[in-house]
């Protein structure tokens, strides 16, 4: 599984502004924005819209879940399948319909994620190797939860480099050089944490991904 592609990759695009779209039916709203010419899903409230519709590069249409159809929509997210790996790309786990081979910084950051998340001894061919982030902070969002995802990208990458290291036919672009959290957010309310993650490859590429943990 190792080859394969595990996670999904996707930016966040700026969204200006919401209304409600006047004679729809289903209830549907507009959303203006910037650059939604390869637009992948909406998020209405933190659920996905079931049908949408891109009229320009700054306003598409999307179709309200019906959980949410008498709802008050106060939030919207607006994501692209044009993958820039900045800080505003986050980080999806799925297997997929149609696995890929996972190459590069893609597979360098996956390769990263998993080690961060692992708990170690849960791994019966590798017990020795894990961050144990999911361990770590559980529900937590204090300030010990800050330092114990630190803790846990030190490891990974320090995990990593080790594991890597003797293996002489790994592309450069997959050889990691150093792990470094570049910002880290709590939301205590929905006990939720955004840490965003910037790699760095033996080819000087930069890929960043923000983590919901």
Same mark, same amino acid.
């Given at each position: ?7 999904r ?13 006047v ?12 650059d939604?010419? &390869? *637009?992948? !899903? ?5 659920? %996905? ?8 590069e /700054? $306003? ?13 929509i106060?939030?919207? &997210? *607006?994501? !692209? ?5 900045? %800080?505003?790309?986050?980080?999806e786990?799925?297997?997929? /319909? $149609? ?10 950051m ?7 998340m ?16 999911l ?5 937590v ?44 957010s ?12 910037v ?8 890929v960043?991904?923000?983590l919901?943990?």
């Amino acid at each position: 599984m190792e080859g394969i592609q595990l996670i999904r990759l996707l930016d966040l695009l700026n969204v200006n502004g919401i209304s409600e779209a006047v004679g729809v039916s289903p209830r549907s709203i507009n959303v203006s924005g910037e650059d939604f010419r &390869s *637009v992948e !899903s909406v998020l209405i409230n933190g659920l %996905e819209a079931p049908e949408f519709v891109v009229l320009n590069e /700054t $306003r598409l249409i999307a179709e309200v879940p019906e959980p949410l159809r008498q709802t008050t929509i106060t939030e919207v &997210s *607006v994501f !692209s399948q044009n993958l820039t790996f900045t %800080e505003r790309s986050l980080v999806e786990f799925t297997f997929g /319909t $149609r696995p890929k081979k996972a190459t590069g910084t893609v597979r360098l950051m996956q390769t990263f994620l998993r080690i961060l998340m692992r708990t170690q001894g849960s791994n019966i061919f590798h017990r020795n190797t894990g961050g144990g982030m999911l361990r770590r902070i559980g529900g937590v969002t204090n300030n010990r939860a800050a330092a114990d995802i630190q803790i846990a990208v030190n490891a990974a990458k320090q995990q990593i480099i080790a594991a890597q290291t003797p293996v002489r036919a790994l592309p450069n672009n997959e050889r990691l050089l150093e792990a470094e959290i570049t910002n880290l957010s709590a939301d205590p309310v929905n006990t939720s944490i955004y840490v965003t993650i910037v790699l760095t490859s033996h080819s000087q590429e930069r890929v960043g991904a923000t983590l919901l943990a």
